[in-house]
Structure formats: C-alpha cells, structure tokens
C-alpha cells in the first residue's frame, strides 16, 4: 500500500540544474522524515539531505552543501531536491527514504532514479 517514487533523474552537463521529486502515498507523509541518499557506481550508499516532518530542519552531506536544497510540500505529500552546479561525481542513483519519526525502524526506499551529469 505504501507507495515512494522517485522522479526527475536523467541526463544534465555539468554546472547545470536538475531537480528531483519523490511523492509518497499509502502513508501520514507529516509524521515521516523524508531523506535523499545516492549511491555511485562502486560507491557505497550515502546520505544527501534530509528534512524534518514540518520542514523546518534539514541537514547536508559536506560535498552538497551550498549546492544542493531539501524541501517538501505536505500538502502534496512531495519531497523535492533541488541540486545546482552539478558535478560529475554526483553522479549516482539517487534514493528516497521516509522514516516514521513515532516508530524506530519504520523506513521506506523508492526504487531509486538515475542522476548523470557529463559533456
């Protein structure tokens, strides 16, 4: 029943912009702390960004801050990230995760959508 998608992946030169979105249904998205991770091709999987349930804290990996921006809509039950001055190395599947802030251990993975940013 419990539905996250990813969307906005693709092919981007680098310096440009892309920005993904992950809605999620079947769930109370304002009691789920949403988070974008990434995983590179023989990179272990690491955090990007996450947001609190309302919205007001978010936290960066080092290599994204100033570049990258975490936002949701919980009227639309979407969580957005808007990425900048894209580098090859970000280049990576990129992954929603929701988390049940009421529960430990409660967590939701989308499937992941691809991110390549080269000439």
């Known amino acids: 029943q419990v539905q996250v998608v990813e969307s906005g992946g693709g092919l981007v030169q680098p310096g440009g912009p892309l920005r993904l979105s992950c809605a999620a249904s079947?769930?109370?998205?304002?009691?789920?702390?949403m988070s974008w991770y990434r995983q590179a091709p023989g990179k272990e999987r690491e955090l990007v960004a996450d947001i609190s349930g309302a919205g007001g804290d978010t936290n960066y990996a080092d290599s994204v801050k100033g570049r990258f921006t975490i936002s949701r809509d919980n009227d639309k039950n979407t969580v957005y990230l808007q990425m900048n001055s894209l580098k090859p190395e970000d280049t990576a599947v990129y992954y929603c995760?929701?988390?049940?802030?009421?529960?430990?251990?409660?967590?939701?993975w989308g499937k992941g959508t691809l991110v390549t940013v080269s000439s």
């Open positions: 995760n929701a988390a049940y802030m009421l529960s430990r251990g409660t967590v939701y």
């Open positions: 079947g769930l109370t998205f304002r009691w789920y702390r």
